[in-house]
Nanobody, 118 residues
């Protein structure tokens, strides 16, 4: 599976931004998918995930502000980010895996930069 993320950019605090990640292959629906991020000088952290059955999970830091979804017909996962804060500045990565959860992902996209200005 190859993943291609897009949609990053520069936004002011309080603004919104939507990310997309399109996967190659015909087995997208059989994978759990997720978003992670790596802020400058920090380790990569979990943001949100959707299991193969459609259950969604989000990190406490983004609950109420970020919404993740998937469209299996389009082989695409999405991350809608609202009320963005400067601390959301990071490179955002999409991922897919047979197991999923918080850490078990086998395939990674190249990352897209989100910068939130104060």
């Amino acid at each position: 599976v190859q993943l291609q993320a897009s949609g990053g950019g520069l936004v002011q605090a309080g603004g919104s931004l939507g990310l997309s990640c399109t996967a190659s292959g015909r087995t997208f629906s059989s994978y759990a998918v997720a978003w992670f991020r790596r802020a400058p000088g920090k380790e990569r952290e979990f943001v949100a995930a959707i299991s193969r059955s459609g259950n969604t999970y989000r990190a406490d830091a983004v609950k109420g502000r970020f919404t993740n979804s998937r469209d299996n017909a389009k082989n695409t996962l999405y991350l809608q980010m609202n009320d963005l804060k400067p601390e959301d500045t990071a490179v955002y990565y999409c991922a897919a895996g047979a197991v999923g959860g918080l850490v078990n992902y086998d395939y990674w996209g190249q990352g897209t930069l989100v910068t939130v200005s104060s």
